[in-house]
């Protein structure tokens, strides 16, 4: 599928330059507005490129399963917020904090500490309390650290931005082992998609679509509000 695979490529391209560029140029430059419109015409071009592709990069009848399209997109939302967060909470701790950017990285270890813990415990906790009140206890996880981490004030010392940081990483620790159980999936309809996945090749380009996508527009979007609004300032 060249065609899909160009129209994604060009799309998302463009699109992220326009949310790039707004800061900079302003929300109202004809470059910004052209290159939205164009990444936007290019992405439906890509959605109806395919409909009607015989092997379409994407299958895009798997998103008439509701559990699923729900469940990648709360997926795609906790990646990209996770990221857009890491990217602010480097900035704070070496413009606020005056962490050193090998102190900063060392900072940031207890998240991906607490995303292991979470992924390790999860069939774990699975097993004792079912799918949906993992998957919901892993989404309030989330929520209460991002919560914390909105709260946080240029007065705050690491130890409180920690805690809500952890809070997500535990929290994305569940929801990255339950991307596709989330909701009450039902486990024949798990077969069957495994099943459809590996006849026709689409696991790859499932998990491939589904993981950079949310983030590579999201991650630029937050960094560009976040500019917009003054940075650190």
Avoid: N
Avoid at 15 to 22: D, E, G, K, N, T
Avoid at 183 to 196: E, H, I
């Amino acid at each position: 599928d060249w065609l899909g695979m160009a129209a994604s490529i060009i799309g998302l391209s463009v699109l992220c330059w326009a949310v790039i560029s707004a800061p900079g140029l302003g929300l109202a430059s004809p470059l910004v507005i052209g290159a939205a419109l164009v990444g936007l015409v290019v992405l439906g071009l890509f959605v109806w490129v395919q409909m009607r592709a015989e092997a379409p990069l994407l299958d895009l009848s798997l998103f008439a399963r509701r559990p699923f399209a729900v469940s990648v997109a709360v997926s795609g939302l906790v990646t990209g917020g996770g990221a857009g967060a890491l990217f602010v909470l480097t900035q704070y701790m070496q413009y606020v904090l005056a962490f050193t950017p090998w102190q900063s990285g060392l900072a940031i270890m207890p998240v991906a500490a607490c995303m292991l813990v979470g992924a390790v415990s999860a069939p774990k906790v699975l097993g004792a309390i079912g799918i949906k009140r993992t998957v919901i206890a892993g989404l309030v996880l989330v929520a209460l650290g991002f919560g914390a981490l909105a709260v946080t004030g240029s007065s705050m010392a690491y130890s409180h931005l920690v805690v809500g940081a952890c809070a997500f990483g535990l929290g994305a620790g569940f929801r990255r082992l339950l991307f596709v159980l989330t909701l009450g999936f039902p486990a024949a309809a798990l077969f069957s998609l495994c099943l459809l996945c590996l006849r026709y090749g689409k696991l790859r380009s499932v998990g491939t679509q589904r993981l950079p996508l949310l983030p590579f527009l999201l991650l630029p979007a937050l960094g560009s509000l976040f500019f917009l609004h003054g940075g650190l300032s």
